[in-house]
């Protein structure tokens, strides 16, 4: 009987200690304001994240930390441009053929601009690159025959802006272009906000249209040489993302709901979630990740919210067990948080209370349509924190209470306000501690 209640107790102890490694968190940064922005799992098991990163006021850096399936940093690499600010928009992994990067890079003296594809090895070294002068490259997907596909667009003005798709080889030689779908002999904001694959190696996006006549919302299909196949109107949706679900259907992500369509486009169901979507991932157990920079939830095939946490996740990425690894900003720093497939994860919780009142910048900026807003107080206080637009008239007002010393963060949802730019101001017991601007894009 001993012996049967010592293996019992055994088994439990490596049960337990199973259950603790199976998840984690980590926070990474210095002193630059890390943010992070994305994660892709490379084909030695390992990961590698893209993060911004601001060494001083008015500078962005790109900052690269790859990590283990424990998260535990191998390195990390900073790039930095010198007299221009750099940013990454998106990067893919293709398991055949290496990772695919598009990026930007904004003069600080003269706001002269260059964007870039780019093909990287694994510890992020150029092979090819192509450059983009008058237009920018936005996001992309890998192809199946190990090249991508590039989201592109040519931003005139605040009102002007459109958008088409670009599709290169694995050695980077230009094969097809969409062109601009729609005419141009009007003022109208242009945005393809996601591009997938169908199970046919075709495309399928996601395309806003914003006009004099209207805003509208289009599921646009292509074939693999980029000609249209089919137009479908998305009425009533502001949709950001679309992830490729089981057999030929497809999930969207977006304002306030998640949708599962067929391959024509038809809706199979419908999940309301009181929340602005910006993130999508399909899991390893047949479900679906959403996230935004606040918030991270799980929803299964059928359309039912299986659980729900409050770690903003920028991008994640699925692993083995049901669970994904997200990656996040806290604080000026980076977090990447183990999910299991029951949403746990271990929360360290390990900063240290700041000794001065501080404002921090909005990210992501731009924005559509919302936006996380960080600051910190060093004793506990009346906090306020508003948001104006350009006449100084009071938009939102975001935090109005008592809060504690330590670092917190609030979500600003820009949905129903123009384009433009706008104010957020912090006052502490009556007194202004700091104001920024932020600028909103649709």
């Known amino acids: 009987m001993r012996k049967v209640l010592f293996c019992i107790m055994i088994m439990f102890v490596f049960q337990s200690f199973a259950q603790e490694i199976d998840t984690w968190e980590r926070r990474y940064g210095d002193e630059m304001k890390e943010r992070g922005k994305q994660i892709v799992k490379m084909n030695d098991g390992n990961y590698l994240i893209s993060c911004s990163a601001s060494p001083m006021a008015f500078k962005e850096v790109i900052w690269l930390i790859a990590v283990n399936e424990n998260g535990d940093s191998l390195w990390t690499k900073t790039i ?64 199946p025959d190990s090249g991508c596909a590039v989201i592109v667009s040519d931003f005139i003005d605040i009102d002007v802006m459109f958008s088409w798709i670009e599709k290169y080889d694995k050695n980077g030689n230009h094969q097809f272009s969409s062109g601009s779908i729609f005419t141009k002999s009007e003022k109208a904001v242009e945005t393809i906000s996601d591009i997938t694959l169908t199970s046919e190696g075709d495309y399928l996006t996601l395309w806003k249209r914003r006009s004099e006549s209207g805003e509208s919302q289009f599921l646009i299909y292509f074939d693999d040489s980029l000609n249209v196949s089919a137009i479908k109107p998305f009425y009533g949706y502001d949709l950001s993302r679309i992830e490729k679900a089981n057999n030929d259907d497809f999930v969207i992500s977006g304002s306030g709901v998640v949708l599962k369509i067929d391959q024509y486009g038809d809706i199979i169901w419908e999940l309301e979630i009181p929340d602005y979507l910006e993130n999508i991932a399909k899991s390893a157990d047949g479900n679906y990740f959403v996230s935004n920079s606040t918030n991270t939830y799980k929803v299964d095939d059928t359309g039912k919210l299986v659980w729900s946490k409050n770690f903003g996740s920028n991008s994640m990425v699925p692993t083995d067990d049901g669970g994904c690894i997200a990656v996040g900003s806290k604080y000026d720093d980076v977090w990447i948080c183990k999910f299991d497939q029951d949403g746990n994860y271990t929360n360290i919780n390990d900063y240290v209370y700041p000794v001065a009142v501080k404002l921090y910048q909005n990210y992501p900026n731009p924005f559509n349509p919302s936006t996380e807003i960080s600051y910190s107080i060093s004793s506990e206080g009346k906090v306020t924190l508003s948001v104006f637009n350009t006449k100084g008239e009071l938009v939102h007002t975001l935090v109005n209470e008592k809060r504690k010393a330590g670092n917190h963060s609030v979500n600003f949802n820009g949905e129903g306000l123009n384009s433009g730019i706008y104010f957020y101001k912090l006052e502490v017991n009556g007194s202004v501690a700091g104001s920024k601007r932020m600028l909103l894009i649709k």
Do not use: M
């Open 80 to 143: 930095d441009g010198g007299d221009y600010n750099l940013y990454i928009n998106d990067f893919a992994y293709n398991y055949e053929n290496g990772l695919y990067a598009v990026d930007y890079k904004i003069s600080r003296t003269d706001s002269g601009s260059e964007g870039y594809l780019s093909k990287r090895s694994t510890d992020y070294s150029e092979i090819w690159k192509q450059v983009y002068t008058d237009c920018s490259p936005l996001s992309l997907t890998c192809t």
